[in-house]
Nanobody, 123 residues
């Protein structure tokens, strides 16, 4: 089970940190990803991290602004979002994937999903 938190309303240029807590004892066996879905749009990959945490992957439009990290001892994955833009507004979801390195951008590749947390960036 995945539980996402940390969303909210922020002005453009501001920062938010999303967290996702996982239950169970096999967290380190899953690559983790963050996706987002804006109204009327498909869910899209934002960032991914490998099972060990050593490798990270990002959507081009968030590179340099977002940082994904994980703590396998605490069963958590985080997404630090800086320099937020109105176009970052969406519901953000964390997801777990046992079969890849964390670089898959495909929704169908992920096995488990959190409930989503709303991020709203005002201009």
């Amino acid at each position: 089970q995945l539980q996402a938190s940390g969303g909210g309303l922020v002005q453009a240029g501001g920062s938010l940190r999303l967290s996702c807590a996982a239950s169970g004892r096999t967290f380190s066996m899953y690559a983790m990803g963050w996706f987002r879905q804006a109204p009327g749009k498909d869910r899209e990959f934002v960032a991914g991290v490998s099972k060990s945490g050593r490798s990270t992957y990002y959507k081009d439009t968030v590179k340099g602004r977002f940082t994904i990290s994980r703590d396998n001892a605490k069963n958590t994955v985080s997404l630090q979002m800086n320099s937020l833009k109105p176009e970052d507004t969406a519901v953000y979801y964390c997801a777990a994937d046992r079969g890849t390195a964390g670089d898959s951008e495909l929704v169908r590749a992920y096995d488990y999903w959190g409930q989503g947390t709303q991020v709203t960036v005002s201009s």
